[in-house]
């Protein structure tokens, strides 16, 4: 018996989702094709120049706008920043440093801290 495989795709959301793009700000024969899994290592290992330039400055989605100010999504929602930025308005409000980005930064950083101590805490339970 033969095995007949099928190639595997995916949306184009769920590409720029694993390419950390923002999906409207892609070309459209991206946004309205699919992407199958070796046009997406393609992508990940060969990035074209349109791919280089939306990772390089924007707009970002949320997980990277979050990512690189080092606040949680959330926390991003609890600021009022619900739209995609650029790597320019990123740096601004890095300059800015509102009152809003330096408490959830000081709660991410609790929130690691507090990670850190459990897995410390499980690390030594499972020696025992």
């Known amino acids: 018996m033969k095995s007949h495989q099928t190639t595997q795709t995916m949306k184009p959301s769920t590409a ?10 892609t ?14 290592d393609e992508l990940q ?7 280089r330039e939306l990772r390089r400055n924007g707009p970002h989605p949320r997980p990277v706008v979050a990512a ?18 650029t790597t320019e308005q990123i740096e601004a409000l890095r300059q800015e440093r509102p009152e ?13 801290k ?11 339970a499972e020696d025992s």
């Open 16 to 25: 720029a989702k694993k390419l950390g793009v923002y999906l409207p700000a």
């Open 27 to 40: 070309p459209a024969e991206f946004q309205e094709g699919v992407v199958s899994r070796a046009e997406l």
């Open 45 to 51: 290992t060969d990035p074209p120049e349109w791919l």
């Open 68 to 85: 690189r100010l080092g606040v949680s999504i959330a926390g991003l929602a609890r600021g009022g920043m619900t739209e995609p930025l």
């Open 100 to 112: 809003w980005l330096e408490k959830e930064q000081a709660t991410q950083a609790e929130v690691r």
């Open 114 to 124: 507090e990670a850190a101590r459990l897995k410390e805490r499980k690390a030594q």
